[in-house]
């Protein structure tokens, strides 16, 4: 049974995680760390201290047993540089099976954020894929405001409420366009909002498990 250690921002990602995955003959560890949002905005925040922490986090999380690392925070992936992945273990950033099915787009693309922490990180990273792949991407990001504070505070059925309604009103702005919840606490509000637009919204979940399964070479549990 393979071994795989999640790294979180918040608590709310492990049950959407273990959903997931659930299908699977999997053991799930999972290490959460919302700290560095809530000091974010203090005077002696630097990038540096946050690139500190999550380097440190990876390098203990590899050495707890584990097979493999997911990040499922997309503030985490925006900072983590090259040499951070350089681990004997596969690292999978939770956006990685998203940029590939969303590569295959042939519309314009809309990543819709709730923390605007994350828009820069993970706009720049969409741009490096694409062009590493030698495809052309029309995307922009919009930011769903004074959200992101509703979730860390763990007012869950607020924080999903308003999400879902900035997704349905900015589905109204963009029609044409593929609409993208760009992080994984947006997920279940998209699948909300997706009910009533009775149309599709990209999220970071709905091709993890497939790509996970092809990328460590999962097997499903056994049935009896």
């Given at each position: 049974m393979k071994k795989i250690g999640c790294f979180h921002?918040?608590?709310?990602?492990?049950?959407?995680?273990?959903?997931?995955?659930?299908?699977?003959?999997?053991?799930?560890?999972?290490?959460?760390?919302?700290?560095?949002?809530?000091?974010?905005?203090?005077?002696?925040?630097?990038?540096?201290?946050?690139?500190?922490?999550?380097?440190?986090?990876?390098?203990?999380?590899?050495?707890?047993?584990?097979?493999?690392?997911?990040?499922?925070?997309?503030y985490f992936t925006s900072i983590m540089r090259e040499e951070f992945e350089r681990l004997t273990i596969p690292m999978i950033k939770i956006d990685e099976p998203l940029f590939q099915e969303l590569s295959k787009q042939d519309k314009p693309i809309v990543f819709v954020f709730t923390n605007p922490n994350t828009?820069?990180?993970?706009?720049?990273?969409?741009?490096?894929?694409?062009?590493?792949?030698?495809?052309?991407?029309?995307?922009?990001?919009?930011?769903?405001?004074?959200?992101?504070?509703?979730?860390?505070?763990?007012?869950?059925?607020?924080y999903i409420g308003e999400v879902a309604s900035g997704l349905l009103r900015l589905a109204k702005e963009h029609p044409g366009a593929k609409l993208v919840a760009a992080q994984l606490s947006m997920v279940p509000a998209a699948r909300y909002a997706e009910s009533i637009l009775n149309a599709e919204i990209g999220n970071a979940l709905a091709s993890l498990s497939s790509y996970l399964e092809q990328t460590l070479e999962l097997t499903m549990k056994p049935t009896f």
């Open positions: 921002a918040h608590y709310s990602n492990i049950a959407q995680i273990e959903h997931a995955l659930e299908p699977y003959a999997v053991e799930l560890v999972h290490f959460v760390d919302p700290g560095l949002d809530r000091i974010k905005n203090d005077a002696h925040f630097t990038r540096q201290l946050a690139e500190k922490k999550v380097r440190d986090t990876i390098e203990w999380i590899s050495g707890c047993h584990v097979d493999a690392i997911l990040i499922t925070c997309t828009i820069e990180g993970t706009m720049s990273q969409f741009r490096h894929y694409t062009e590493s792949k030698g495809i052309l991407a029309l995307a922009e990001s919009r930011l769903i405001p004074n959200t992101f504070e509703l979730i860390m505070q763990g007012k869950t059925k607020e």
